[in-house]
Protein backbone atom coordinates (compact mmCIF):
# COMPACT_ATOMS: atom_id res chain seq x y z
CA UNK A 1 0.00 0.00 0.00
CA UNK A 2 1.70 3.15 -1.08
CA UNK A 3 0.39 6.18 1.27
CA UNK A 4 2.03 9.96 1.17
CA UNK A 5 1.53 12.16 3.54
CA UNK A 6 2.12 16.05 3.46
CA UNK A 7 2.77 18.25 5.92
CA UNK A 8 4.06 21.51 6.88
CA UNK A 9 1.53 23.55 5.67
CA UNK A 10 0.20 27.09 7.37
CA UNK A 11 -0.75 30.68 7.19
CA UNK A 12 2.18 33.16 6.60
CA UNK A 13 1.84 36.65 5.48
CA UNK A 14 3.74 37.54 1.76
CA UNK A 15 7.32 37.16 1.98
CA UNK A 16 7.15 34.45 4.45
CA UNK A 17 8.45 30.96 4.30
CA UNK A 18 7.28 27.71 4.80
CA UNK A 19 8.95 24.11 3.70
CA UNK A 20 6.73 21.51 3.30
CA UNK A 21 7.26 17.85 3.73
CA UNK A 22 6.10 14.65 1.68
CA UNK A 23 6.45 11.46 3.80
CA UNK A 24 6.09 8.12 1.36
CA UNK A 25 5.73 4.72 1.98
CA UNK A 26 5.24 1.52 0.22
CA UNK A 27 7.25 3.12 -2.82
CA UNK A 28 10.33 2.14 -4.03
CA UNK A 29 11.04 5.90 -2.99
CA UNK A 30 14.77 5.58 -4.66
CA UNK A 31 14.06 5.60 -8.21
CA UNK A 32 10.78 7.75 -8.39
CA UNK A 33 9.82 11.24 -9.66
CA UNK A 34 8.19 12.52 -7.03
CA UNK A 35 5.84 15.88 -8.01
CA UNK A 36 4.17 18.57 -6.12
CA UNK A 37 1.11 20.21 -6.74
CA UNK A 38 -1.33 22.65 -6.04
CA UNK A 39 -5.22 23.33 -6.54
CA UNK A 40 -6.60 26.76 -5.37
CA UNK A 41 -10.31 27.26 -4.55
CA UNK A 42 -12.17 26.92 -8.05
CA UNK A 43 -8.92 26.43 -9.77
CA UNK A 44 -7.49 23.61 -11.36
CA UNK A 45 -4.91 21.68 -9.89
CA UNK A 46 -1.55 22.82 -11.12
CA UNK A 47 2.04 21.46 -11.59
CA UNK A 48 4.25 23.20 -8.93
CA UNK A 49 8.06 21.12 -9.08
CA UNK A 50 9.11 17.96 -9.37
CA UNK A 51 12.43 15.69 -8.90
CA UNK A 52 13.72 12.98 -10.25
CA UNK A 53 15.50 9.83 -9.33
CA UNK A 54 18.46 11.67 -9.95
CA UNK A 55 17.48 14.45 -8.32
CA UNK A 56 16.84 16.65 -11.49
CA UNK A 57 14.14 19.52 -11.09
CA UNK A 58 11.57 21.37 -12.75
CA UNK A 59 9.46 23.91 -11.88
CA UNK A 60 6.38 25.97 -12.82
CA UNK A 61 7.49 29.42 -13.99
CA UNK A 62 5.67 31.21 -11.41
CA UNK A 63 7.44 29.37 -8.46
CA UNK A 64 10.59 29.71 -9.89
CA UNK A 65 13.64 31.15 -7.93
CA UNK A 66 11.69 31.26 -5.09
CA UNK A 67 10.92 27.52 -4.05
CA UNK A 68 13.38 24.51 -4.00
CA UNK A 69 12.46 20.91 -4.26
CA UNK A 70 15.00 18.38 -2.70
CA UNK A 71 14.60 14.49 -1.63
CA UNK A 72 15.77 12.78 0.81
CA UNK A 73 15.63 8.89 -0.04
CA UNK A 74 16.78 7.60 3.32
CA UNK A 75 13.69 9.11 4.63
CA UNK A 76 11.31 8.39 1.77
CA UNK A 77 10.60 12.03 1.99
CA UNK A 78 10.33 14.94 -0.31
CA UNK A 79 10.36 18.63 0.55
CA UNK A 80 9.60 21.57 -0.89
CA UNK A 81 11.13 25.12 0.39
CA UNK A 82 8.82 28.26 -0.05
CA UNK A 83 10.42 31.33 0.25
CA UNK A 84 9.25 35.02 -0.60
CA UNK A 85 5.64 33.67 -0.57
CA UNK A 86 3.01 35.49 -2.33
CA UNK A 87 -1.16 35.94 -1.75
CA UNK A 88 -0.97 33.95 -4.77
CA UNK A 89 0.26 31.03 -3.77
CA UNK A 90 -2.27 30.24 -1.28
CA UNK A 91 -4.01 26.62 -1.82
CA UNK A 92 -3.85 23.09 -1.21
CA UNK A 93 -0.71 21.28 -1.82
CA UNK A 94 -0.81 17.99 -3.03
CA UNK A 95 2.42 15.19 -3.50
CA UNK A 96 2.21 12.63 -6.04
CA UNK A 97 4.33 9.82 -7.02
CA UNK A 98 3.60 7.24 -10.07
CA UNK A 99 4.72 3.64 -8.95
CA UNK A 100 2.80 1.21 -10.95
CA UNK A 101 -0.34 3.85 -11.61
CA UNK A 102 -0.75 6.99 -9.62
CA UNK A 103 -0.61 8.20 -5.76
CA UNK A 104 -1.91 11.57 -4.22
CA UNK A 105 -1.59 12.59 -0.89
CA UNK A 106 -4.27 14.45 1.07
CA UNK A 107 -2.74 18.07 0.48
CA UNK A 108 -1.89 20.13 3.33
CA UNK A 109 -3.23 24.29 3.20
CA UNK A 110 -0.71 27.33 2.59
CA UNK A 111 -2.00 30.59 3.02
CA UNK A 112 -0.81 33.31 2.38
CA UNK A 113 -1.69 36.80 3.34
CA UNK A 114 -1.42 40.15 2.37
Known amino acids: QVRLVESGGGEVQAGGSLRLSCATS????????VSWYRQAPGQERDFVAN???????NYADSVKGRFTMSRDNARSTAYLEMKNLKPEDTAVYYCRLWWRREFWGKGTQVTVSS
Open 26 to 33: GANFKIVT
Open 51 to 57: ISSAGMR
